[in-house]
């Protein structure tokens, strides 16, 4: 029987890659979006892709979701990419709480409400894969960042304690920390910022969306049992440690 896997933010930038390639791989892909209603039209005719219309950061929501995604697909879920996030930049001196709870709320906050949603079925089934996409900022920090890279490095020690939890039933978690990726949010920043950011890569490009695609792939594989717990870099080599 095909896998059904669900795709948080995948109708836009990485999140859409990584739809299409599961998709190609032959899984039974929805993708999951927040509030760009012809954005996500255009992605499922482009793509055959259906998609459904939650807010990650509300329990409830996510719930009635998930329901509507196995009831929609015929299925349960098998694969989740934790992939939804936001951002709200600033310097914590000029930061308000709630730009600081909306990036915490749905960057982080997702992942617990749609991982504690599906977690009981796969550990009933034996089998289950999950990846979180953290950042490179939640590994390095970035200035103006502190809530998105507080919310991405807990993606990385939330990712560690799942899959210890996870591994003797068969259900492998594992975290993808991507660098910066030529999506339209990085293409949003001022050219010269870009400049310096990209001089800083030492493959000397941005990322592609296709290259956190691949890795998504690789690590939901029914044969990729034995890796787990991991938080894999795709950066370019920006940051190595």
């Not at 906050?109 to 504690?116: I, T």
């Not at 796969?122 to 960042?145: K, L, T």
Request: proline share 2%.
């Amino acid at each position: 029987m095909t896998k059904i896997a669900v795709v948080t933010g995948g109708t836009r930038g990485i999140g859409a890659a990584i739809a299409m390639a599961l998709k190609t791989e032959g899984y039974n892909v929805a993708a999951n979006y927040a509030g760009n209603d012809e954005r996500a039209k255009e992605f499922s005719e482009k793509s055959g892709i259906p998609t459904f219309k939650f807010d990650v950061s509300d329990y409830a929501a996510c719930e009635a979701g998930l329901a509507q995604i196995e009831k929609d697909l015929g299925g349960n879920v098998e694969i989740l990419v934790n992939n939804a996030g936001i951002t709200r930049d600033g310097t914590l001196h000029r930061m308000d709480q709630a730009s600081w709870q909306a990036v915490v709320d749905t960057n982080l906050g997702s992942c617990f409400n749609m991982s504690r949603l599906v977690i009981d079925g796969m550990r009933e089934r034996s089998f289950g894969r999950i990846v979180n996409v953290g950042s490179i900022n939640g590994q390095a920090g970035q200035y103006g960042q502190v809530n998105y890279a507080a919310a991405k490095s807990g993606i990385h020690g939330f990712t560690k304690a799942l899959a210890q939890e996870g591994a003797g039933k068969g259900i492998t978690v594992n975290a993808i920390a991507p660098g910066y990726v030529d999506t339209d949010m990085v293409r949003a920043v001022p050219e010269n910022v870009l400049e310096k950011i990209i001089k800083g890569i030492p493959v000397g490009r941005l990322g592609r969306a296709e290259d956190i695609a691949r890795t998504v792939v690789f690590l939901v594989a029914d044969d990729a049992s034995f890796i787990t717990g991991s938080t894999i870099s795709v950066n370019g080599g920006q940051h190595m440690y």
